[in-house]
């Protein structure tokens, strides 16, 4: 760790049981999951000019990756170099783009902060994060009693900016109900939302005629959903539901683009424009060449470097290789997707180590984009790989 950087304030207080049942009453219900601490009861602090640094960086890489986007779509030879699958390709080709930045009004960068303050962006999650509650209500109450600043204060407001316009009648994840996290984030983002939403189980959805309807019966025409678009591939009825897209039946939320945006593919086909010389302005090559990785569709390096699915989540199907690209370790909590989707290979990038009162952890930060917005911090403590074994740790920023 180094103090320049991160610094970790506080000790875990005695009653963590009360101040578990606080969180839940404020609406982060998983504190505790399966009798083990998913959150640890600390605050890392983040040094305000590299905050300052890290949200700059977002707002341009924000616009890097729309505009690569839109240089993607309609090109079917870039929708399956970067893992597409072909049943949205209609749906991508039809539908209007979303304008200039809101491809995705619901979205989160992780990035590696080295010890020594180099950022380096590892993926977006541009489709279905969650970590929502964790920032937007945990962390500036965290913050708030270690005397800190939340950078997050603003979350709540660009969720209801981006609801007011999308105007969902339905909110939908799977396992809704039962699955506490995806759940829970559901319930949230729907009260900061301020709107009326019926909430529905993904697995009770089914489709007649191109229309989506709900458990009971009920049409549904708009839809936020916790529900990754890549899975209409695999999914028995993911022909029907991209039908109810391609027809306009049916209007989703985070929108049929995000998933261009969410693709690791893309960041392979952003790094070889950039190489090439193509596409970018300079002002955009410099943003990429300081803050994203190499990235490609084959194992080409001759340091360390790590494997993953175009469309893994939560640290699923990554791998790490050595210097002398052997195997060094791999994900083995999260569901592995690398026999679904196509792999991309990047550089390993540092990720800062902070000892908190449960142990030595890397920290990965994520920066949530929310209409359009670079808006609010989240810090997940875990290995080399952050998967789903990882601990929410608040950040603030002084």
Known sequence: MSAVVFDVVGVPHPDRASRVAR?????FGWADLEDEAYWTDQLVVLAAPKQEELTAAAERLWRIFDKSARFV???HD?????GVPEVLWQSLDKLAMAPEGLLSRYARFDFA??????IKLLELNADTPTGYAEAAVATPWLCEQYGVRSPNGRMAELVRAAWAEERPDTAACVGYGSHLEDTGTIDMLVRHSGL?????????????????RGSEGREIRRMFALYPKEWMAVDEGGDALAYALETERLQLFNPPHAILLQ??????LIWGLYELGLVFTPAERETIGRYMLPTYNKAVFDGSFVSKSMFGREGGSVSLFDAEGRLETKDVDGFDTSGLFPLVYQ?????AQVTLANGVFHLLVGQFVINGEPCGLLGRAGGPITGNASHFVALGVR
């Not at 969180?23 to 609406?27: A, P, T």
């Not at 870039?78 to 970067?82: C, P, Q, V, W």
């Not at 009326?196 to 989506?212: H, P």
């Open 263 to 268: 693709s690791k593919g893309l960041q392979a």
């Open 78 to 82: 870039l929708y399956a170099m970067i």
């Open 113 to 118: 902060i080295s010890s020594g303050g180099d």
């Open 347 to 351: 550089k390993r990038a540092e990720l």
């Open 23 to 27: 969180l839940g009453e404020m609406g």
């Open 73 to 75: 779509r309609g090109r």
């Open 196 to 212: 009326d939403v019926v909430r529905e189980d993904c697995l009770d959805l089914w489709v007649d005629e191109g229309v989506l």
